[in-house]
């Protein structure tokens, strides 16, 4: 099977633009969820979607939402950048039954700076 | 509330040495899976190995060793024989399963492992 991926993989903005990010995760896996990574604060889990619907979120702020699609692939979006927004955006994908048990595969990740 | 905390910031050893990561959680759980990944230079979170809170049994599986105690809320991770490819940023994970809705891993903040020629 092919594993999670994620596009683009590098991306360039600016302060006050905003920017969508997209994960499609293994086949078969419904659940998606979303992680910041920056050297400072490590791991941050964003949220997480199963079927369509956001289930957890992590205490980030509304600028940061996303959404999933039918076929399970998942976009965040992030707006009104600021540069502590630079980070590496890390999707995960886990079996059919999103369970909070389930191992998560991830993405490559797409590392996103801002200007 | 989970935590994990990963006490090693940076570990350096040379090939075909041993090297043993430390990861220490908590959480008022009973029921709950601890995750080991391996993060590699090019970013991607490589899974590594899976244990849940019932079982103790250690497991080996080539070069890399698990030790897992209830006890002392510890899930270290071994590499034996140490090569110049184990080089990465390890993290150590939990979840629990007190509603078994929803996926909320908590990481602990890595130990970046540097395997020298």
């Known amino acids: 099977k092919a594993g999670v991926t994620q596009t683009p993989r590098y991306l360039i903005k600016t302060r006050g633009q905003q920017v969508t990010l997209s994960c499609s995760p293994i086949?078969?896996?419904?659940?998606v969820s979303w992680y910041q990574q920056t050297p400072g604060q490590g791991l941050q889990f964003l949220f997480e979607?199963?079927?369509?619907?956001?289930?957890n979120k992590g205490n980030f702020p509304g600028r940061f939402s996303g959404r999933q699609f039918s076929n399970s692939r998942s976009e965040m979006n992030v707006s009104t950048l600021e540069l502590g927004d630079s980070a590496l955006y890390l999707c995960a994908s886990s079996l059919e039954q999103g369970k909070r048990t389930d191992t998560q595969y991830f993405g490559p990740g797409t590392r996103l700076t801002v200007l | 509330a989970q935590k994990v905390t990963q006490a090693q910031t940076e570990i350096s050893v040379v090939e075909k040495e041993d090297v043993t990561l430390d990861c220490v959680y908590e959480t008022r759980d009973t029921t709950y899976y601890l995750f080991w990944y391996k993060q590699p230079p090019s970013g991607e979170l490589v899974f590594l190995i899976r244990?849940?809170?019932?079982?103790?049994q250690n497991e080996i599986s080539g070069r890399y060793s698990w030790n897992f105690q209830k006890s002392t809320s510890s899930f270290n991770f071994t590499i034996t024989a140490s090569q110049v490819v184990d080089s990465a940023v390890y993290f150590c994970a939990l979840t629990s399963s007190w509603d078994n809705y929803g996926q909320n891993f908590v990481f602990g903040p890595g130990t970046r492992l540097s395997v020298l020629p």
């Open positions: 979607y199963f079927s369509e619907t956001q289930r």
């Open positions: 244990r849940n809170s019932f079982d103790e």
């Open positions: 086949s078969g896996h419904r659940s």
